[in-house]
């Protein structure tokens, strides 16, 4: 159920009811938060291993609430994706993060960012023209553009996905799998995707550690990836043991608190300064 930073120190537990009715809250107000500033994008970055190159950031919303205080996406995502106003969501996040890029690229930097996706950009035969309307726009290359989709939002209806996939292809944005290891994957099913990386689900990342079963899903999910010819990515790298493991297993990417939470545009920008000047 949802619950804030604020309700857990109160103790508080909402009740069914109370949790119906503060998804309805959530969902009219949402428009208005995009407007109003309340809606902001955070970013964390992803390193190549071995070393500590910043290769880019993944675009994570977040919603600072008048009443509920800061709200995270699990609180409000899947709400707002069961409307039309995913739409906005997925555009809001685009245009702050291609805004960044341009901004990176103006100073010399080339990183890609990566915004997460919903089902139903998935299903919109439009989404593709407003991607490429928003490249435009902001003058970024494509190859700097990420979208990260889950397994579920494509084996949903993959009819109307796969050539919704097919023409983010072909205008050269990366397209990611999120969360693999947790749903249908399936050796046969990521070769029919267009696809050029997959992200290991942070729970097998988090549990390498201590549990042998999460280290043999990780190894193989990385063995997988390479034997199809993606770039693998490890999110959830919370430990220096976690990191070493992975650069053992030869995993190309690392996302993690490890290396940085999410962090705002102000302290994105100061930790990015402190890695690149020295
Ligand atoms: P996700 O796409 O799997 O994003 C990764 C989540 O893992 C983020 O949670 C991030 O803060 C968290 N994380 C990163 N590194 C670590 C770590 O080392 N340890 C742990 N324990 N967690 C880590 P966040 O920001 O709360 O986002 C949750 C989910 O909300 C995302 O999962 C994504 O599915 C969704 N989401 C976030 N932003 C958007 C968006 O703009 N649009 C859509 N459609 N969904 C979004
Ligand atoms: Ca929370
Ligand atoms: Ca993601
Ligand atoms: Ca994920």
């Known amino acids: 159920a949802a619950r804030n930073a604020g309700d857990a120190v109160r103790g508080y537990v909402p009740s069914m009811g109370q949790i119906f009715l503060r998804r309805f809250q959530l969902v009219t107000q949402f428009r208005q938060a995009l407007d109003t500033g309340q809606v902001r994008v955070h970013y964390q970055p ?18 600072v609430h008048p ?16 409307t039309g106003l995913v739409d906005a969501l997925t555009s809001f996040v685009m245009d702050n993060a291609l805004a960044k890029v341009r901004g990176w690229l103006d100073r010399g930097l ?35 553009l990420t979208f ?11 009819e109307r996905a796969l050539p919704v996939l097919r023409r983010l292809h072909a205008l050269g944005v990366v397209l990611a799998v999120d ?13 029919q995707l267009p696809v050029d ?10 549990g390498m ?15 997988l990836g390479h034997s199809l010819g993606l770039t693998v990515v490890a999110e959830g790298v919370e430990e ?39």
């Not at 009443?67 to 069961?82: C, H, S, Y």
């Not at 928003?134 to 970024?140: I, S, T």
């Not at 043999?216 to 990385?222: E, G």
Request: hydrophobic content about 45%.
């Open 110 to 144: 080339r990183l890609s960012a990566a915004v997460n996706l919903s089902v139903r950009n998935l299903a919109d035969e439009s989404f593709p023209d407003r991607v490429a309307e928003a490249l435009r726009r902001h003058d970024v290359p494509p190859r700097l």
């Open 240 to 278: 220096d043991a976690a990191r070493d493991q992975l650069v053992e297993m030869g995993c190309d990417v690392a996302q993690g608190y490890l290396i940085s939470r999410p962090l705002s545009e102000d302290r994105f920008e100061a930790w990015l300064r402190a890695r690149t000047v020295r």
């Open 179 to 191: 969360d693999f290891g947790t749903g249908y994957s399936s050796l046969a099913y990521l070769r």
């Open 209 to 223: 550690g201590t549990d042998l079963g999460d280290m043999a899903v990780v190894r193989s999910i990385v063995e």
């Open 197 to 206: 990386e997959v992200k290991i689900d942070k729970s097998f990342v988090l």
């Open 46 to 63: 992803k390193v190549a291993l071995p070393g500590r190159e910043v290769l880019g950031v993944e675009a994570l919303v977040r919603w």
């Open 67 to 82: 009443e509920f205080g800061r709200l995270d996406p699990d609180e409000f995502v899947p709400a707002v994706e069961a």
């Open 148 to 158: 990260e989709l889950t397994e579920s939002g494509v084996m949903s209806d993959p």
